[in-house]
């Protein structure tokens, strides 16, 4: 796939799960303002779905776009459940990948809303190391609810503090 190519789109029910094998995606919505906002980042090994649309089969309110050439492999949701349901084992790995990115998310949600925007991209650096040396600031910012800007920013001053220390 190439960069900016999406595998959801807003309006769109979600039909895949999708896992990454090479490159990154992100997740994400756009504001009435048009400003996006990064939920969640997917690279190597890791799924990716608007797991709600997946689910109800309703419209999703989200995209999810490729951020670097990549490539995955898709599952329908009628294969999905037929695996699941003919391997158990199969079925236990998917529902704790759901509980773990649900998990995921509630712990970002809480650091969004009780954490400054600096203990925010440290906490990103320690979830994303190997994100954060291949994405440029602005779907790094994106997902931190700031502006690149500012992201800039808080990396100079996190520089400057390393070296004087």
């Known amino acids: 796939m190439k960069c900016r190519q999406a595998i959801l789109q807003e309006g769109f029910p979600c039909q895949h799960y999708s896992f990454v094998l090479g490159g990154c995606f992100r997740m994400f919505a756009v504001d009435r303002k048009g400003v996006d ?3 969640q980042f ?6 990716i779905a608007d797991i709600g649309s997946f689910h109800s089969e309703k419209p999703s309110g989200l995209f999810i776009e490729a951020i670097e050439p990549s ?5 329908e949701k009628q294969d999905l459940y037929f695996l699941c349901t003919n391997i158990p084992k199969l079925d236990r790995i998917f529902k704790v990948i759901i ?3 649900d998990v995921e998310l509630q712990t970002r949600f809480l650091q969004t809303i009780s954490s400054t925007a600096q203990e925010r991209y440290l906490t990103f650096l320690e979830q994303y190391p190997a994100l954060a040396l291949r994405l440029s600031n602005t779907p790094i910012a994106s997902y931190l609810g700031i502006t690149p800007e500012f992201l800039n920013k808080i990396r100079k001053d996190l520089a400057t503090a390393q070296r004087h220390s």
Do not use: F, P, R, S
């Open 37 to 39: 906002h990064t939920i």
């Open 42 to 47: 997917a690279a190597e090994t890791n799924w």
């Open 71 to 75: 490539l995955i492999l898709q599952i």
């Open 99 to 101: 509980e773990n990115k």
